[in-house]
């Protein structure tokens, strides 16, 4: 089995490459934007470029986990959710509230592809 790292630091890689699947690292915004629709954006275009680079694409998606700071945001996190997402390869999917690393940031998207 072959394992392949993507970006490695000495505390995690962006992408994790094994078995044909991607494991990617949460993705969190890197704007200054404070809305959730912007946040939101930026991290699903990280995502998109990430696949790009792992020779993947979003309809591949298999598993998404999605870390809110606010439940409040749900709503309007999932218009531009919906926007994205590929009609009829929409992936397994977990919302969850959480306290995230830095009080600026909203949501932080971990993802699961198949390459």
Same mark, same amino acid.
């Given at each position: 089995?072959?394992?392949? !790292?993507?970006? $490695?630091?000495? +505390?995690?890689?962006?992408?994790?490459?094994?078995? &044909? #699947?991607? %494991?990617?690292? &949460?993705?969190? $915004?890197?704007?200054?934007?404070? =809305?959730?629709?912007?946040?939101?954006?930026?991290?699903?275009?990280?995502?998109?470029?990430? #696949?790009?680079?792992? %020779?993947? !694409? /979003?309809?591949?998606?298999?598993?998404?986990?999605? %870390?809110? *700071? =606010?439940?409040?945001?749900?709503? *309007?996190?999932?218009?531009?959710?919906?926007?994205?997402?590929?009609? &009829? *390869? *929409? @992936?397994? +999917?977990?919302?969850?509230?959480? /306290?995230?690393?830095? @009080? !600026?940031? /909203?949501?932080?998207? /971990?993802?699961?592809?198949?390459?």
């Amino acid at each position: 089995m072959s394992i392949q !790292h993507i970006d $490695p630091t000495v +505390r995690y890689s962006e992408a994790v490459i094994t078995n &044909g #699947l991607i %494991f990617c690292a &949460g993705m969190v $915004p890197d704007t200054s934007a404070t =809305d959730i629709k912007s946040q939101t954006e930026n991290v699903l275009s990280q995502i998109d470029a990430l #696949l790009e680079r792992c %020779f993947s !694409h /979003k309809r591949k998606l298999v598993d998404v986990t999605i %870390f809110l *700071a =606010d439940m409040a945001d749900y709503a *309007a996190m999932n218009q531009v959710w919906d926007a994205w997402l590929v009609e &009829g *390869a *929409a @992936p397994a +999917r977990t919302t969850v509230a959480a /306290k995230l690393a830095d @009080p !600026h940031w /909203k949501i932080e998207i /971990k993802v699961v592809a198949a390459q």
